[in-house]
């Protein structure tokens, strides 16, 4: 069965540091990769999305992810966070036979210091 | 154009009762789906809907169950429920079925006592 592994469950960090968040899924064949963000009290939102080409896709609010296929890997960065990133991030896997199906990992919580 | 929308936004029920939740997609968005959020299992697929067809079904018991209607509006069933239930329900719209952008609604907070 397919999986979505997010290796940190808690991240805090200082306002301007650099972020990694890992993502490694579970699925030999053809994915669709999602990170989206959910802000304290409010819907998730979608950050990025990579379906093909060019496997550094830039998103909003300056996160970028690249997909390495290689490691079944979509990892989530951002060069320097700001207080208000402080949300949980979910790492999202679609695989091509799998119709909308959207399987999640179990989500970062990141916690920015002004 | 407005977001998707979930009625009622909380519910409080007692085991053995059955809910049904509702969905309002995003206008010209055909396809929803349905995600079960809780702190232990995380977020987990429901089921797929398209053009009032059931397109795809996670791992769930027989006691969920969904719909769409003609104008795309879903509605999610839940019987005989459990206090394993209670879990914040997520609708998501897309434009078309199979893999799209996802929009998501802010969830119905289901309670079971």
């Known amino acids: 069965a397919q999986s979505v592994s997010q290796h940190n469950h808690h991240v805090i960090l200082s306002e301007a540091a650099s972020l990694e968040l890992g993502c490694n899924y579970s699925y030999g064949g053809t994915v669709n990769l999602f990170w989206y963000v959910q802000y304290p009290g409010q819907h998730l939102q979608l950050l990025l999305k990579?379906?093909?080409?060019?496997?550094l896709v830039k998103g909003i609010k300056g996160f970028e992810a690249e997909f390495i296929k290689s490691k079944f890997s979509f990892n989530l960065r951002k060069p320097s966070v700001q207080w208000s990133d402080t949300a949980e991030y979910f790492c999202?896997?679609?695989?091509?036979?799998?119709?909308?199906?959207?399987?999640f990992g179990q989500g970062t919580e990141l916690s920015v210091k002004p | 154009k407005a977001g998707v929308t979930q009625t009622p936004r909380y519910l409080i029920k007692t085991r053995g009762q059955q809910v049904t939740l509702s969905c309002s997609p995003i206008?010209?968005?055909?396809?929803v789906s349905w995600y079960q959020q809780t702190p232990g299992q995380g977020l987990q697929f429901l089921f797929e809907y398209f053009s009032e067809t059931q397109r795809n079904k996670g791992n769930f018991p027989g006691r969920f169950s969904g719909r769409q209607f003609s104008n795309s509006r879903s509605e999610m069933n839940v019987s005989t429920l459990e206090l394993g239930d209670s879990a914040l329900y997520l609708c998501?719209?897309?434009?078309?079925?199979?893999?799209?952008?996802?929009?998501f609604g802010p969830g119905t907070r289901l309670t079971v006592l």
């Open positions: 998501a719209s897309s434009p078309l079925a199979g893999v799209n952008e996802q929009f």
């Open positions: 999202a896997v679609n695989a091509d036979n799998q119709g909308g199906k959207l399987i």
């Open positions: 990579y379906f093909s080409g060019d496997p």
């Open positions: 206008s010209g968005h055909r396809s």
